[in-house]
């Protein structure tokens, strides 16, 4: 077994506002900081080698790093590993994408919500459906 060494900012350590977790996933990704084809990091590694067991909780602790600006994340398609940047350019424009696609999949999920409510109340009777009322 060799061993090696990730260099560690002392300000990262003494940081009250990030937990363990939070900590451990971004040593985890800074590692990968020199790798040609960028940061590639899927959700499954950073589970298994931080003992997250929920991706909930997960994305939660990448948000709050993402939050203090110590990161930003792009997930390119479904089920795809998470591209990682820790350039302050790129930041500001994958914070800018994913703001927009978090409000299209929010106001997806407010609709079909809405959407099962009103056939809910529909079939009890409570509402009158116009649409297939014949004139």
């Known amino acids: 077994m060799t061993w090696t060494f990730e260099k560690v900012d002392i300000e990262l350590l003494d940081n009250l506002n ?22 590639n990091v899927s959700n499954k590694y950073l589970m298994r080698r931080t003992g997250i ?11 709050n790093l ?6 930003a994340r792009h997930q390119p398609k479904r089920n795809k590993a998470n591209n990682y940047t820790f350039e302050r350019t790129k930041m500001q424009e994958i ?18 919500i809405h959407n099962k ?3 809910q109340e529909i079939n009890k009777g409570t509402v009158i459906n116009i649409n297939n009322k014949v004139r």
């Open 66 to 71: 993402t939050l203090f600006g110590l990161l």
């Open 18 to 39: 990030l937990n363990s977790h939070e900590k451990l996933l971004y040593i985890l990704i800074r590692r990968f900081q020199n790798c040609k084809n960028g940061i």
């Open 95 to 112: 914070i800018r994408m994913n703001n927009g696609k978090r409000r299209r999949i929010s106001n997806s999920i407010k609709e079909k």
């Open 117 to 119: 409510k009103l056939y």
């Open 53 to 63: 067991k929920s991706e909930v909780t997960l994305r939660k602790y990448l948000d």
